[in-house]
């Protein structure tokens, strides 16, 4: 399995608080991304690294930032927490652009907004 | 931009038996690649096949297969001699090239049952 460590595993949280989601990866690959996991519509990309301090958006990128200051860690912030942001949501990565290249899933971050 | 349909919610087999999962996808690209990912309770999303938009050969991994069909942008998994293990959610993804890495699509899911 690729080394993928989502922290926390779960968290609750209060509306409008501030949130950090931690995606730490040993496998030094340069492509890294945020979903979010909602019944009904699979998984959403959110925002996605191509490398340290390149970033872009997803489909469903309001509401979230995110921060890649080192190869290995990526961080998905929600400044302002909402109910709407109750969600899995998995950090992905992968090697390169090139062909047929797949992506590997940590293994989810449960996020409750009360 | 792509879209990613998966018209069966649910779906439940049989063990042993025989299932297929459909899925169909929108794209005017014709370089890409289309992945069945398999999500059991764990929660832990794990590929199951892969398949080149440029090779006609169906792909295979062991009781998975594949029903590639370019033209009708159609893309269905066969699960052959179904087990118990094989009870998950089942999601179908789109990835195109483009620039700056790769661009996966999802789609909603199919949640398969196998019963016993």
């Known amino acids: 399995d690729a080394g993928i460590t989502q922290s926390p595993r779960h968290k609750v949280t209060e509306t409008g608080t501030p949130v950090t989601l931690r995606c730490h990866q040993t496998e030094n690959h340069r492509y890294m991304y945020w979903y979010r996991q909602d019944p009904g519509h699979g998984l959403r990309l959110i925002h996605y690294s191509y490398g340290v301090k390149d970033t872009d958006k997803g489909e469903v990128s309001d509401g979230y930032s995110v921060s890649r200051s080192k190869t290995e860690d990526f961080l998905l912030t929600l400044e302002s927490a909402t109910s709407s942001q109750t969600s899995v949501y998995f950090c992905?990565?992968?090697?390169?652009?090139?062909?047929?290249?797949?992506?590997?899933f940590g293994s989810g971050t449960q996020l409750s907004v009360l | 931009a792509q879209t990613v349909t998966q018209s069966q919610p649910e779906m439940s087999v049989q063990e042993a038996e025989t299932v297929t999962l459909s899925c169909t996808y929108d794209?005017?690209?014709?370089?890409?690649?289309l992945f069945w990912y398999k999500q059991p309770p764990s929660r832990q999303m794990i590929l199951v096949i892969r398949q080149e938009a440029y090779k006609q050969q169906n792909a295979t991994e062991n009781r998975f297969s594949v029903n590639f069909q370019k033209a009708a942008k159609s893309f269905s998994l066969k699960i052959s001699d179904s087990q118990l293990g094989d009870t998950a959610m089942y999601f179908c993804?789109?990835?195109?090239?483009?620039?700056?890495?790769?661009?996966?699509?999802f789609g909603p899911g199919t949640r398969l049952s196998v019963l016993p």
């Open positions: 992905a990565i992968s090697r390169r652009r090139e062909t047929n290249e797949k992506l590997f």
């Open positions: 993804a789109f990835m195109k090239k483009d620039n700056y890495g790769q661009n996966f699509v």
């Open positions: 794209t005017s690209e014709s370089n890409y690649y």
